[in-house]
């Protein structure tokens, strides 16, 4: 199916049949999955999934297959509708998704983690927008105790400008006898923008009565428009 542009695209047809060795009879269908939580505010929209597969005789595949029965991966398809005449620049994050695709192009390399580093930033036109995750089960990580769901967390921010300092991203040394033991720090800072950003120098907007250099590593993440 990848040789054809894999789960992305596909049509979405409840009638549709594809082939799979974990499910009763080899067969897999469509199904719609609610959400588990949304929250909503004026910039911010998240929504947690939990994907399972009740149907799946899924201790009769461990007692066959050990642990290694319950490691699995699916895809799920959503939409992002953005309100408006304007387009919008988003911050897209993925938490414990292997991969996903916006409008059909695919992005490698998701949150699978939740470390929160790299999200994604979207210029998104008016309109509806299609979202196709590609998860990951893996009993590492998840464990392989109970019904063995994936948990991920969709978290869609507005941008309100093109530079900004990436949240707890501040390094400094430790503080000894009420002094520094080194001069450097690090903070890092994300290019929210369309143009590429040269860093020229920094201030403080404290007084410091010691010398402090600053290091700053610069996050440029990816822009889909």
Not at 114 to 135: K, M
Not at 174 to 201: K, M
Request: glycine letters at 8%; a negative charge; hydrophobic letters at 40%.
């Amino acid at each position: 199916m990848e040789k054809y542009g894999g789960f992305p695209a596909l049509w979405h047809d409840p009638e549709a049949v594809f082939r799979s060795s974990l499910a009763p009879n080899g067969t897999v269908k469509w199904s719609i999955q609610e959400a588990k939580s949304v929250n909503v505010s004026d910039t911010r929209r998240e929504v947690t999934l939990e994907i399972s597969f009740p149907q799946i005789d899924w201790t009769a595949l461990q007692s066959a297959y050990g642990l290694p029965a319950l490691q699995y991966q699916a895809w799920a398809r959503g939409n992002i509708f953005i309100d408006g005449d304007m387009p919008q620049r988003i911050l897209f994050h993925a938490e414990h998704v292997m991969e996903y695709a916006i409008d059909g192009n695919r992005v490698f390399g998701g949150d699978v983690y939740g470390f929160r580093r790299a999200p994604l930033i979207l210029r998104l036109e008016p309109g509806s927008h299609s979202v196709d995750l590609h998860l990951i089960r893996d009993v590492r990580m998840m464990g392989g105790v109970g019904m063995p769901s994936i948990q991920a967390t969709i978290e869609l921010h507005t941008v309100p400008e093109e530079l900004s300092t990436v949240h707890s991203s501040v390094l400094v040394s430790d503080v000894v006898d009420g002094r520094l033991a080194s001069q450097y720090g690090s903070i890092a800072v994300c290019n929210q923008g369309r143009n590429w950003v040269e860093l020229l120098g920094f201030r403080s907007s404290d007084v410091s009565p010691y010398p402090f250099t600053i290091l700053i590593p610069v996050l440029f993440t990816q822009t889909r428009s």
